[in-house]
């Protein structure tokens, strides 16, 4: 594995503690039960996207590791991921905010066509 792939890979496992500390801190706020319910539910979305994301951005890139796409069309699809999986995790994390649920739902929907787009390609990459 080089290049982009590598890279990426290593931001998603040194991103993966972050997950795991935002369970820890999902477990004291739903402890001292600062948030609403719809916030409380909107938090554990947006912590188990990131989650499953992650774990998903590090097959994705072992598949596209074997690939043969050019250079920019791998740097372009790990670009695609990276920002689908914030996109696609953070607009939950926006719908805590008040008044933003529409703000989120956008990012929210942004996120699944980037990682689409970064699904997709990499299927191409294999076929």
């Not at 999902?26 to 912590?47: C, N, P, S, V, Y």
């Not at 043969?68 to 991921?81: M, N, R």
């Not at 994390?93 to 008044?99: A, G, M």
Request: aromatic share 8%; with cysteine; hydrophobic share 55%.
């Amino acid at each position: 594995m080089h290049g982009p792939a590598q890279l990426f890979t290593v931001i998603a496992l040194v991103s993966l503690p972050t997950v795991m500390y935002g369970g820890y801190a999902l477990m004291g706020i739903l402890r001292d039960r600062e948030l609403t319910e719809h916030q409380r539910a909107m938090f554990r979305a947006g912590h188990a996207h990131a989650g499953v994301l992650l774990v998903l951005a590090l097959v994705v890139l072992q598949i596209l590791s074997r690939t043969s796409l050019s250079d920019t069309t791998l740097w372009i699809t790990c670009f695609l991921l990276l920002f689908g999986i914030l996109a696609q995790s953070g607009g939950f994390f926006l719908h805590l905010l008040p008044n933003r649920g529409k703000l989120g739902g956008r990012v929210t929907s942004v996120g699944a066509v980037l990682l689409a787009a970064a699904v997709l390609v990499t299927a191409y990459g294999v076929v």
